[in-house]
């Protein structure tokens, strides 16, 4: 355990990218995953298309292979950089690859919290005269959002561990879980301290977020 | 689908018809950009400067590009798919199915352990099972796999006395990670059952262990096949991380070849769409689990978590159209029955026959 | 009635997946070789060798066999114990279960880029070395300001993660390069052609045959540094087969067998490959 703790600047450091990685692609894969649920509804038979293809296309494709194709194809094959540094270009696009994966997740969630919402409630604004996006906007969504904000938490959880996978596939952030390999491979620290720290590092983002989602989807519940 | 999103906005009149047109072309537009970018830039044309976009050259496939027929080729050629694809395929499903037949153990061992009324079962498995949903399957595998070393570390085992394998690795982390969202989903599923049909169980003579078997797990299982198979699309994808410890899984089968054929971003495109294919099919299958369940009407089971969200409940259908069962169970469960189930909700998992 | 439907529900599932298993297990240690390789025990009539499926020059996989130096060398070596090419079965070994295959029997012998450690050498018996290679560095081949490991200061230089090679550059020599760490060196060859990184580095034997494989597109620095003893591995105890080996790697050498391969797989390269037999360690 000691030469894990003397190591412990190493572990700060990657999960500071890994922070920064869950929270940047949470912001974007929750916006992303708004516009496409909009999509998904709209009155536009194109859009809603689109939409469906996309969430059910991506979400139907490993993780592993969304970010190789960020890193060696977006990236590499287009050379498209997003930062002059690797350590950002590779971290942006990891935050693209996530959200453009979570975002179907998210989308997912949204589309259930939608069907909750009664007919009734729909129909009335449609015959005060709302348009679709004052529908959407002031009826539906908000109630929707309150409805899966439980299932929402659980999007964030799967994303902040899903950030592992941006240390290979072809990017290499250095986050928490590429640290500790690389601590395992080069013998720095004993290898179970090194994983349990590792792994509480881990529990320490997600139980809390687990139970904070799980309370606010009660104080937030819409009651019918 | 499209009757029942029109619940959201009338039927269109002259002037939506008019808006909704112009909307259609602006986003063909911004569609076909896309594609643009998408096509010059693998046909790397994007990046030379000096080719202007509407030129014939740049547009016409580049030799050196992604497009080129010799990239394409050799998934023309059967033994590209004999050596490489099947075998890929095949190995992805061993690890899949293997780690799927050993999470469903694993999380009925799990989840009931977690209702056990001894403390000293229900507590080390509600850990378990904490402990797994929480932690990265990356990290699982990596640790896993240096197993080895921990041997040699804290019981002086010579380092290569034994070793794991990649499939070794790759199963046992997706049996943990999976097993323990599993146990929840079972657990949920045991909970939603009315504490009716366990009392009538208890009345009729049945000891717990009947009325766990007979009673309960079954109709836990059946309400909850949408969600474990929907579980199970998520062990097979996850099964893909096997490319990182270089277990010859699909997505490995695919580099081998790409690094053969020079050709990454055809091996990605194509491969993609297979597990778009197998992974359409499954979720395709548990939406229909899903709507067989519903038209069967078996009111006596409701998913315990259909008050958090719409997930697992039998009205997937609604303003936004048929939804596919969320297959991430991660927010805590309630430890016990929620209101709806029949007002059971003391919060004592022991009050539990 | 609906409990044993859906017993017989699960019941059927689970055998049916064990079903899948248990015939596709043995696939697995065999790992990508399909009909070849499939992990089958040596003895007798075949020997089994294990070797990379992923390095070209090396042991790349072309359909139902691999091709390479260390192919090529193995089977000199199975032709010197007597074993026809048509009697060698090959399999997969991938770095990390190369000690695994000699100690479980998987594979009777490894020729896969292995280098010789006191560390292995603790659990496996190694023969030869047939081959030094070295750590060297590999650029475009229209980039002319890499000439040696000093080049590469605020440049990108690819590293798989896992390995030591770029930690020798940046700390041991304190060179001050960006790192980009891919999954393998494939990866890293893929970020080269496209410039994402100005360098790969590792040993020479593995970027020259990156370089075989698309001619004029890379090349091999030739400024190289520390030494990779490439040898032979072997289950614990071989020390009588160790000694048959190294007879049979000296008469490689001398029968210009080893030159001949070398000059197939990297003759098109710049590489500067050894010429000499390395000096063979004693078998233990």
């Known amino acids: 355990m000691e030469a894990f703790l003397n190591n412990i600047d190493r572990v700060v450091d990657g999960f500071s990218w890994t922070v920064r990685l869950a929270l940047l692609s949470a912001l974007f894969s929750f916006i992303l995953g708004v516009l496409l649920t909009a999509m998904r509804v709209s009155p536009v038979p194109l859009l809603r298309g689109l939409s469906t293809a996309y969430v059910e296309g991506v979400r139907s494709t490993p993780l592993t292979l969304v970010l190789l194709f960020c890193g060696l194809g977006l990236n590499s094959a287009l050379g498209i950089f997003l930062s002059d540094t690797v350590a950002w270009d590779v971290f942006w696009w990891a935050v693209i690859g996530l959200s453009a994966y979570t975002s179907c997740f998210v989308s997912e969630s949204l589309r259930a919290g939608i069907n909750t919402i009664p007919l009734g409630q729909v129909e009335a604004a449609r015959s005060l005269g709302l348009t679709f996006t004052q529908n959407l906007r002031l009826i539906v969504l908000p109630q929707a959002l309150r409805t899966v904000v439980a299932p929402l938490g659980s999007v964030l959880i799967a994303l902040t561990k899903n950030t592992t996978v941006a240390s290979v596939a072809g990017l290499g952030v250095q986050e928490a879980s590429s640290e500790m390999k690389l601590m395992f491979d080069r013998g720095i620290a004993p290898v179970l301290p090194t994983f349990v720290g590792f792994a509480l590092g881990f529990l320490v983002l997600t139980l809390p977020m687990g139970y904070f989602f799980s309370w606010l989807s009660k104080r937030v519940a819409v009651v019918r | 689908m499209s009757t029942q999103s029109s619940v959201l906005f009338d039927a269109p009149g002259p002037r939506a018809r008019a808006r909704n047109k112009v909307y259609t072309v602006i986003t063909l537009i911004l569609f076909a950009i896309g594609l643009m970018v998408v096509y010059l830039g693998f046909n790397d044309t994007l990046r030379k400067p000096e080719l202007s976009l509407f030129s014939a050259e740049a547009w016409a496939v580049n030799p050196e590009g992604e497009w080129t027929a010799d990239k394409w080729e050799p998934f023309l050629r059967p033994e590209t798919w004999t050596y490489y694809v099947i075998p890929g395929l095949r190995n992805t499903l061993t690890a899949a199915l293997t780690a799927s037949v050993l999470a469903i153990v694993f999380g009925l061992v799990f989840g009931i352990g977690r209702l056990s009324d001894r403390w000293w079962i229900r507590v080390p498995a509600g850990a378990v099972v904490e402990f797994f949903r929480g932690i990265p399957l990356l990290i699982l595998i990596f640790f896993t796999m240096a ?207 | 009635m609906r409990v044993r439907r859906i017993n017989g529900i699960l019941g059927g599932t689970a055998a049916l997946a064990l079903a899948l298993t248990a015939c596709g297990t043995a696939e697995v240690g065999g790992g990508n070789g399909g009909g070849e390789g499939d992990g089958g025990e040596g003895g007798g009539d075949t020997i089994t060798i294990g070797v990379k499926y992923d390095q070209p020059g090396l042991g790349l996989l072309e359909n139902d066999a691999p091709v390479g130096l260390d192919v090529d060398v193995a089977t000199y070596i199975a032709g010197e114990l007597g074993y026809e090419p048509d009697q060698i079965e090959w399999t997969e070994a991938a770095s990390a279960n190369r000690e695994a295959f000699l100690q479980q029997g998987t594979v009777d012998m490894v020729v896969a880029t292995y280098s010789i450690t006191d560390e292995r050498r603790e659990v496996v018996d190694f023969a030869g070395p047939y081959y030094v290679a070295e750590q060297d560095i590999l650029t475009r081949a229209d980039e002319e300001e890499i000439q040696g490991p000093e080049d590469l200061a605020g440049r990108v230089l690819c590293s798989a993660s896992g390995s030591r090679s770029a930690f020798n550059i940046t700390e041991e020599r304190g060179i001050d390069a960006e790192l980009r760490e891919a999954g393998n060196y494939s990866e890293c060859l893929s970020l080269l052609g496209n410039g994402a990184v100005d360098a790969v580095t590792t040993d020479n034997t593995i970027l020259a045959g990156y370089a075989a494989q698309n001619p004029g597109t890379y090349r091999v620095v030739n400024n190289s540094f520390g030494e990779e003893r490439y040898g032979v591995g072997l289950p614990e105890g071989s020390t009588e087969l160790c000694e048959e080996i190294n007879a049979a790697i000296a008469k490689m050498w001398e029968e210009g067998y080893t030159l001949e391969a070398l000059e197939t797989h990297f003759g098109d390269t710049d590489f500067a490959y050894a010429e000499t037999a390395p000096e063979a360690d004693a078998c233990e």
């Open chain 2, 147 to 353: 197993l080895p070393i921990v041997a040699d570390q804290l019981f002086d085992i010579a380092p290569g006395t034994f070793q794991v394998t990649a499939l070794a690795a790759v199963v046992t982390g997706l049996t943990l990670y999976n097993g323990s969202v599993l146990a929840e989903v079972f657990r949920a599923g045991i909970l939603a059952v009315p504490k009716g049909q366990s009392e009538a169980a208890k009345a009729i003579g049945m000891t717990r262990a009947q009325n766990m078997w007979l009673i309960l797990v079954p109709q836990a299982v059946s309400a909850m096949m949408p969600a474990i198979v929907a579980q199970l699309v998520v062990l097979l994808k996850d099964s893909a991380l096997g490319y990182i410890v270089a277990f010859p899984e699909m997505l490995r089968s695919f580099t081998l070849l790409a690094t053969r054929e020079n050709n990454v971003i055809p091996a990605a495109i194509v491969c993609a769409a297979i597990y778009i294919v197998i992974n359409l099919s499954l979720s395709r299958f548990a939406i229909w689990l899903e709507r067989r369940n519903a038209n069967r009407g078996r009111a006596s089971v409701r998913p315990a978590d259909a008050e958090d969200g719409p997930e697992g409940a039998d009205t997937t259908t609604g303003p936004a159209g048929t939804v596919a069962v969320e297959p991430t169970v991660q927010e805590p469960l309630p430890d016990t029955a929620r209101e709806d189930s029949d007002g059971d909700d003391d919060g004592n998992p022991k009050k539990r026959p």
